[in-house]
């Protein structure tokens, strides 16, 4: 049990080096002698305000050298601290400190015009004098901080963590090694990941570094360069970007920790890869167990998902039924955490307290443990995994999030209105919040935009819903409860209001979405593939918008706008569009008049169509081109309710390695797919060379004893059924790429033509490829090499479920009799459909036609 205080720790070691820098912030440095007399200012000022022992004493700050100052300085004072996150709302931080009961607020110049308005006593840091130690005797068991998150009640809870608690994370033997001497704090102070930010340096004598508010990879890289950074800590979220950005800027960082959502392996991956040397260790734990409860390290790519791993120092995990016994190893249940780092309860909620905070029955009498409320189960190898969440408790962006805490805001607003609020979407990173409304007779209901602004006043931005959805009722179960799997989707019963077009430019967009759609409704937030859009009428579309509109954008723009609000609002934020007349059309544009890049977003591995859904999702292989535009098309034909994502190959970005085997695509692309569904049933279709990678990935996924209920192929071969004495040409790759277009088998000659011509040749023939760019031309003629490659030299495993083949017919009517390869690797049955369009076009609208109903069938819409 750790012992002391976190002022005394400290003490220790200003004793013991008093002249070693403490913290850098920017310019500013302080030794851990300034830092002490700094923060004995602080706490002679505080009790001279009258602030008692574990009082809440509100922070809202930057990171800077002063933040450390201020929170060292209230606990010099016996006192707790709150910290206020700098994005909330004033209302939102009006609440808190009126919960907590809050006197004093430390503040600085840059923050003070969003701290809570009346009623606290307001302290700059920057204006008091250094002073002597004022010896303030604070037990072990005292409060040191309240951390605020999401109340399923619709009122905030604080989480009271004590000195013992932040000691036993500091005591543990993860931090020995010296991996954590020199830490970059990069997270807002009032997440609990501050915790390891501030006090593992600090207490242990090493060197806190504050990362300016806002940063990107290019600065996250020169300040680990600059500062020489040993030890770092990256949201899950942020540790994929990184990895999949610029990787190697964690090279020379000894330990790189992530966590708060479910960890990537293809990003562990690649991290390992670019830096050798470093520790990617996978952490989790709720703020009510003082930040971390588990780990998980790595030093090799992981072969599967990345499991919590095994509990800290003097922690104990269980997974327990219902009736708190324990599960068998292998079977799920919900875990439980208790020991070390449990922390005291919820501030001023002692019925909240006693319903999350237990007696541990397996441990000392006297001991509690936490109820997280995550499913879990332990593996053969004695470690946890994570299977999701219980309860009306979700994660949004790396957020945890009460949906009731919303739901009582939106009553609020509302008061004769039921309401109930949804996460729409199976990754925590593209989850998007939706409200469902019920409005009276004679009320006139709020639209989207102002219940948006009401709701932010009070709730942070992440739990604002991105959409409001109106019905006549909610849906019940025969009990009366809401039926929350009969909820529509976006788009079903929504306002009319709401989508309208609010201006000109919305107006005009509109105009044009619906000409090339042939329909006469669209709302501003309908999705153009959901519509029926394929990737070769995004391209008519822009084609009409330069034309008429005399703005130039690319396929990739509307791939990852994909509606007119979304577009509209894009191209107003980027100056494309300036003084929009009344009438429609431009009247001034900025010198920028080529269009602008949309980032490589829709160039990702992992390209997502539809987040939203209640049901299994359907991930969909890219063809040998590499790029997966073409399942957009599958949107108009799928439930609306079925996720649908798309994979595509490594490559397509900068200098990005392609596979070198079939077997390392299939390893990174399980990984892909278990970022949104750790676990089975899996659903796979793939298109030519996409058939043979998702068949691979059938069979790996069965040998690891997951389920796969949906394996279909369209026209696809394998590697095996081919006469590898033939050398493929040139002019095949380029057909394979691009679309199939004949002129480039029109063209005689085998010498490939360069990117330029090639881009040419696209724009002639209107293909959705014409703009992305020369580099990405180039990319996608490498990739499709190598995809061809991999294909010849690979050898299909076996799949013992069925397949449900989609054959097309050659240029004279007849089927292309692929379905016959197959039939030596299929334990099951093959159900072949033969749709009456050549290889080439069963990506086409018309063919789509055939083959999207008889998928939705199978799917079971």
Known sequence: M????????FAERVALIPHEIAVVSGEQRLTYAELDRRANGIARRLLDLGVLPEEPVAILMERSAHLAVAVIGVLKAGAAYLPLHSGNPVKRHEAVTQQAGARVLITDTALRAHAPADGLTVLDPVGVPPSTDPQVDTPAHSLAYVMYTSGSTGTPKGVAVTHRDVLALVD?????????ERVLMLAPYAFDVSTYELWVPLLHGGLLVMAPDAFDVDTLRRL???????GLQLTAGLFRVVADEAPDCLTGIREVMTGGDVVSPTAVARVLDACPGTLVRAMYGPTETTLFATHHPMTEAPRGSVPLGRPLDGMTAYVLDDGLVPAPVGEAGELYLAGAGVARGYLGRSGRTAEHFLADPYGPRGT???????????????ELEFLGRVGNQVKVRGFRIELGEIETALAALLPDAPVVVVARGDDANDRRLVAYLVSGADEEMPTAEELSRQLAETLPDYMVPSAFVVLDALPLTLNGKVDHGALPDLGTGADDEVAAPRDAVEKDLVRLFAQVLKTESVGIHDDFFELGGTSLGATRLLSRIRAELDVRLAVRDLMNLRTVAALAASLRRDHLLENWSTDGGMERRTADSKGRDAGSEALRPLLTLRANGSRTPVFCVHPGGGMAWCYTGLLHHLPNDVPLYALQARGLIGTEPVAHSMDEMVGDY??????????????LIGWSFGGNAAHSMAARLRTQGEEVSLLAVLDAGHGGARDH????PPRHVLHVAFDGLDAFDAEPGDALPDAHRIQQILQEHDSPLADVGTDVIDAVVAVTANNIRISDAARPGHFDGDMLFFEATDRTGAPTALADVWRPHIGGRIERQIVAFDHMRLMTREALDVIGPALARRLGS
């Open 2 to 9: 750790a012992q002391g205080s976190v002022p005394e720790r």
């Open 172 to 180: 543990d033997s993860l931090w020995q090694g010296r991996r954590h």
């Open 224 to 230: 680990l360069k600059d500062h020489r950074i040993t």
């Open 368 to 382: 509690r443990m936490y109820r997280t409320g995550d499913l879990a189960r332990l593996n053969a190898n004695g």
């Open 670 to 683: 399980l990984d892909q797919i278990r970022r949104i569904q750790p676990t089975g049933p899996y659903q």
């Open 725 to 728: 004495s033939v050398p493929r």
